[in-house]
């Protein structure tokens, strides 16, 4: 029976060493994530979470060692950006969504350069197997645009350099270069030509009943409009209107006659408008321009003709501006 134990143990030791010498092998998923139709004009952040899955397949029961990085990609200066053309959307990928923790690359790791450029890092992580040997996990990703890009001219953007790189080892410290993985990462953002519009009142002040010269006041449009969009700002007739004309009124039947212009010599009417840029009404009628991004401020010059009022009271009118772009 001696022999017979002896050839048993060397036996089992044999199989040991087969088991313990399996290695393991990881792959990771490919990225698609999209912030949609981002208005930068409102100079908010805008967020979009995606995910990416690492499967590993190696001994029963082990733990494998995960260092993941996204390489630095695009940058506008030292910060990742979407690009469309010449023209950069800048944005920012977070492993947590206190969006805290920039996900970034190890200097000498396996997706290059470092990021952040001064302080880079990627994501340690432990994966335990099976026993079967195998496993996964799945990570989020949390893209953010970031804010205070009013000025960013509309386009489609993208970021399709970035791929992530997974080194793995069933022990070491981040970075592992030893044995790694890697997978495209496609990111999408669509900036469209949007405007904001905003207006003072325009106040005519006291006046008698009878007005024996005109009576000339200011209001202020502001047109906020993306960087490079044509806008033409044109205004309607009011809600108390006699045809073309402008009228207050007061109570249920007395009006006031006024008149809208674009310039202050009080001689080009404003009308309505349907194009970009050109006036439908003719030349000066309307108030064309091409967006910045910022604030633009234009002009309305109001007049109250000479006329006697048929009553005494508070005159209003509600005259709609419309922005087209």
Known sequence: MRPLFILMFAAIAVLSATFGAKAQSCSVTSITGNFGSVNVLSGAAVQTNFSFTVSCTGNANATVQLCIEFNRGTL????????????????ELYSNAALTNIWGAWNGGNAGSSYP??????VSQTLTLNGSGSGSVTDTVYGVILASQQTTIPGTYTWDHGAPYVGYAYSGTCPITSSKTNSATDLTATVSSNCNVSTTALNFGSSGASITSPIDSTATITAQCTDTTPYSIGLNSGANASGNQNRMLSGSSNYLTYNLYTNSGYSDPWTTTT????CTGGANTCVLGTGTGANQNVTIYGQVPAQTAPASGT???????????
């Open 117 to 122: 450029v001064t302080n880079g890092a990627g």
């Open 76 to 91: 506008d200066g030292n910060q990742r950006a979407l690009g469309s053309g010449a023209n950069f959307l800048e944005f």
């Open 315 to 325: 005159y209003t009118d509600t005259v709609v501006v419309t922005v087209t772009f």
């Open 275 to 278: 194009s970009t840029t050109s």
